[in-house]
């Protein structure tokens, strides 16, 4: 054998070395999830047996039925989904409207603004909670889901995001073309500059959807009502009232973060590249 | 003068319309963003239960704080939590996005997105989960200590496993987020370093330490201070796990947090003015941090 073609081999064997211990390593890290998923398909004997049952049974169904029967969760999940969903539109359209205007217009005290809006990024969010619930008590906001809603219609994050993408795809000719033929600011917008931005759309809007899916505190603060409780409230209320039920305790986790992870590992491949290109760049 | 005043004015009115489509994000900061801070403060000045009318009491309760045990216990926790969290997530996240960086190429997204699944389940869900992991009896990590000849932990009774099991539980959540931060400043390294130090005869493992750890110094850097602030403003996992050993952080208030101690301040006892003391001594905390990072970070790009 050559030098270089030993050489060779050894880079095979260490990259089939390193492949077997990442993938090890995210079998690991899947394992949680995989339990959980096979642990809501069992009864309680079973799970409770050692070692570990770690394939599927078949009380999924009375498990569900019997999680129904104790907490709303199929309203839970419809609770979760119009609250992230408002604010996943919201934050769409408001931080691409800012985001173009940032990128496309040269206006007084566009410089300032923009740095303003970057430093609110920096002020961490539970310091404000007591005058927060105090305002909301003001306002009436009180178990309410406006509470958990206008707050976070468009955020800075998703500003800064759009108009980095903004600046990159969007060319000026284009922008100052539709002003000649005579369409309005909101029209060039609108007609020009959204259709290119949706890509960077969708990562900012799985961003913002899985924040406001998984948030705990503020609604744990904000609501009191059951029947208006999010995913989250109504899991640790079930894990904290019935803990001696664990495979129920298993569904309703399987429940509120399933969903979640097949919608990230489908559009998983987009996402983290553009996680990647958009760490890059700040 | 009169005609550079009248050019701004002109300016301003031609981009009228865009003012208008930032205008939603300043109004809500004016109103969610820049209140909230100032009444704080004024809060903390106050003894307060949100329905009797307001006392002023002065700088009592940060007095008061210095005195207050289970106010530095939250504090020393926090701080233990983030740098034995901080330091071998770090070590970790860097070694595995250098070895998908040389290494990886095709399985790369899917190895990432396996990696970075539990960032994005809710927090809460996989504390109770963890909770189940770390079961006595029936957890999954018990099992495999048994599996392995040793005896099972009573994982969430005793203050050190407590700990322990959280730091598990944060390094699992957050190690997906920080290889992707990793790998972003490692893919800005140019190839050229890496076979110039080959061409050198250099191995693997000085490659690592010679030249990648140097190179990607400002990302450490960011995650670490990123995730330290993160780590400060803890709350669903500690209190999730917890929860029902009477929410201030089981045995020894092992796993008590500042948000936690915040919570159960201003939400369990209604003292609305010592908490807004706390959370602005906790504001403080963190934006030194912060500015650890920006004067880091600033430094490196020099």
């Known amino acids: 054998m050559t030098p270089r073609l030993r050489r060779r081999r050894r880079l095979q064997l260490d990259a089939l070395l390193v492949h077997a211990l990442l993938l090890a390593l995210a079998a690991l890290i899947l394992l949680p999830f995989y339990w959980m998923v096979v642990a809501s398909t069992l009864d309680l004997p079973q799970i409770a047996r050692y070692p570990p ?45 800012a985001g173009y205007a940032f990128a496309k217009y040269d206006f007084p005290g566009r410089e300032r603004l923009f740095i303003l809006l970057l430093a ?22 009180v178990d309410s889901y406006k509470a958990l809603i206008v707050p976070g219609m468009v955020s800075a994050f998703g500003i800064f995001w759009m108009r980095q993408y903004t600046t990159q795809s969007v060319p000026d000719e284009l922008v100052q073309a539709a002003r000649i033929d005579g369409c309005s600011d909101f ?22 959807f899985m924040g406001v899916w998984n948030d705990y505190l503020p609604p744990l603060i904000i609501l009191r009502n059951v029947q208006k409780f999010t995913l989250p409230l109504v899991v640790a209320l079930l894990a904290n009232q019935f803990n001696t039920r664990q495979h129920l305790i298993m569904v309703g986790s399987t429940f509120a973060t399933v969903p979640v992870l097949i919608v990230f590992f489908l559009a998983s491949r987009r996402f983290i590249a553009g996680l990647t290109a958009g760490a890059l760049k700040e | 003068m009169r005609s550079r005043r009248a050019g701004l004015w002109r300016d301003v009115k031609r981009n009228r319309w865009a003012y208008v489509f930032i205008s939603p994000f300043y109004v809500l900061f004016a109103v ?7 009444f704080a403060l004024y809060l903390s000045l106050h003894k307060w239960d949100i329905i009797n009318p307001m006392q002023f009491v002065g700088l009592a309760n940060y007095a008061r704080m210095l005195q207050d ?84 932990v ?48 250099a191995n693997g493992f000085a490659i690592f330490t010679r030249i990648t750890v140097p190179l990607v110094r400002p990302t450490i850097l960011y995650v670490a201070i990123l995730s330290s602030i993160g780590t400060l403003q803890l709350f669903a996992e500690p209190y999730l796990l917890t929860a029902r050993q009477g929410g201030m952080g089981g045995r020894e208030n092992s796993l008590l947090t500042m948000v936690m101690y915040l919570y159960q301040v201003g939400f369990g006892y209604f ?28 430094r490196s790009d020099r």
């Open chain 1, 120 to 141: 609110t990024m920096m002020i961490p969010s539970a310091v404000g909670l007591v005058p927060w619930y105090v305002m909301m008590n003001w306002f009436h906001w």
């Open chain 2, 69 to 152: 045990k289970l106010f530095w216990k939250a504090f020393t926790n926090v701080m233990f939590f983030t740098v034995a969290e901080a330091v071998p997530e770090l070590i970790l996240a860097l070694t595995i996005a250098y070895l998908l960086d040389r290494f990886v190429l095709r399985a790369r997204s899917a190895f990432l997105a396996a990696y970075f699944s539990p960032m994005v389940t809710s927090s809460a869900a996989v504390a109770i989960l963890f909770g189940l992991m770390f079961a006595v009896n029936f957890g999954l990590i018990n099992a495999g200590l048994r599996g392995l000849g040793f005896s099972p």
């Open chain 2, 271 to 298: 003292r609305f003015g010592y908490a807004a003391a706390v959370s602005y001594v906790m504001f403080v905390i963190i934006l030194l941090v912060s500015l650890l990072n920006l004067r880091f970070l600033g």
């Open chain 2, 154 to 201: 009573r994982w969430l009774e005793r203050p050190w496993p407590m700990k322990l099991a959280l730091i598990i539980l944060l390094l699992w959540r957050w190690l997906g987020w920080n290889v992707v931060l990793f790998l972003a400043g490692l893919q800005s390294i140019s190839r050229d370093y890496y076979e110039a130090a080959r061409v050198d005869g």
């Open chain 1, 187 to 208: 029209g060039t917008y609108w007609r020009v500059a959204l259709p290119i931005v949706l890509p960077g759309m969708g990562a900012l809007g799985i961003i913002s």
């Open chain 2, 32 to 38: 969610f963003g820049v209140f909230p801070p100032l």
């Open chain 1, 53 to 97: 049952r770690l394939y599927p049974g078949t009380s999924l169904g009375r498990n569900v039925r019997d999680l129904l029967a104790l907490l709303p969760f199929v309203r839970a999940f419809r609770n979760s989904l119009l609250v992230s969903g408002t604010v996943t539109l919201s934050q769409l359209f408001l931080c691409s409207l």
